[in-house]
């Protein structure tokens, strides 16, 4: 029985094996490097931008600009902070921005939906490729001598490019 | 004796060449998908779209694009990056290209690619007037 065993069937096993190691990293390797340089997600830097510039509209030096902040409340965030959230490659808007100083004024901006992106941010049962670009900032600014809290929610989707 | 010496030496060589070959082709496609031309142009869309969205108003700004210089096939300098609307399109040949949107609303120029650099200058204008009158001088 145990001449039946030859070296050369024992050999023969350890090349199909070896076959299936080969394709099993053949496959890891494409797999990984298909995923990793498929496409780079800005999203997040794109929204804390966004975030910075929006800070940057509603204050000057620190102070608050209380009628920057009055217009917000009427007006289109877009044209006020001279933002153009318009993108051909898209049907719909694909920009949320939520503003909250002290309270006071709460300034949401979204268009065709975009409202529920920001739920999105935080839910752990989304699909990678649905989840948007976020980013959250409370910050203290001065107005009339007192520091006030203003809070920023900003959400980015561009799923399709990310 | 002798004789299954040099076949046990022949199978290990043949698989260390195999090895070798398979190890090759794995590393090359790495390689080769790290520098494709349209991971390239997305990159580079990308960056620029980045740059201008935090760029503030009367802001000009030099940035190094020797990698994309050198993979442009066929596509004149000053076609390789263009502002279309509020999108920055990264093209370097005919065949391929990217754009990507920036938010940013004031008035951006590119200028050409200063081939001796390897460099491109990033206009940021707040008015429309005022842009037209820059020079942006290599």
Redesign the interface.
């Known amino acids: 029985m145990l001449k039946l065993l030859n070296k050369k069937g024992d050999?023969r096993v350890l090349g199909f094996y070896?076959i299936i190691v080969?394709v099993l990293?053949?496959v890891g390797?494409?797999s990984a490097?298909?995923v990793f340089?498929d496409?780079?997600d800005?999203r997040e830097?794109?929204a804390s931008?966004?975030g910075?510039?929006i800070v940057?509209c509603i204050s000057e030096n620190g102070e608050l600009r209380n009628d920057v902040v009055d217009d917000l409340q009427e007006g289109d965030l877009?044209e006020i902070c001279?933002?153009?959230?318009?993108?051909?490659?898209y049907d719909k808007n694909q920009?949320y921005v939520y503003l909250n100083v002290n309270g006071i004024s709460e300034n949401e901006f979204s268009k065709d939906g975009t409202d529920n992106l920001w739920p999105l941010c935080g839910a752990k049962d989304v699909k990678k490729e649905d989840k948007p670009g976020c980013f959250d900032k409370k910050i203290m600014i001065l107005d009339k001598g007192e520091f006030i809290l203003v809070e920023l929610n900003v959400a980015i989707a561009k799923n399709k490019?990310n | 004796m002798g004789a299954k010496r040099g076949n046990i030496l022949t199978e290990n060589i043949v698989f260390i060449v195999i090895t070798l070959l398979f190890i090759g082709a794995l590393f090359g496609f790495v390689i080769r998908s790290s520098s494709s031309t349209r991971l390239t142009e997305e990159v580079y869309a990308k960056k620029f779209a980045l740059i201008i969205d935090s760029l503030k108003p009367d802001t000009i700004l030099e940035y190094s694009v020797k990698d994309l210089t050198e993979k442009a096939v066929n596509i004149p300098e000053n076609q390789v990056i263009k502002i279309i609307d509020n999108k920055v399109l990264v093209k370097l040949s005919e065949n391929s290209g990217y754009s990507y949107s920036f938010f940013n609303s004031a008035n951006v120029r590119i200028g050409e690619i200063n081939v001796e650099k390897g460099t491109i200058k990033i206009s940021v204008k707040k008015e429309i007037e005022e842009a037209e009158n820059v020079e942006i001088v290599e």
Do not use: H, M
């Open positions: 050999e070896w080969f990293i053949a390797v494409v490097t298909i340089f496409s780079y800005i830097v794109e931008i966004l910075d510039r940057d877009e001279g933002f153009n959230f318009n993108d051909d490659f920009y490019q």
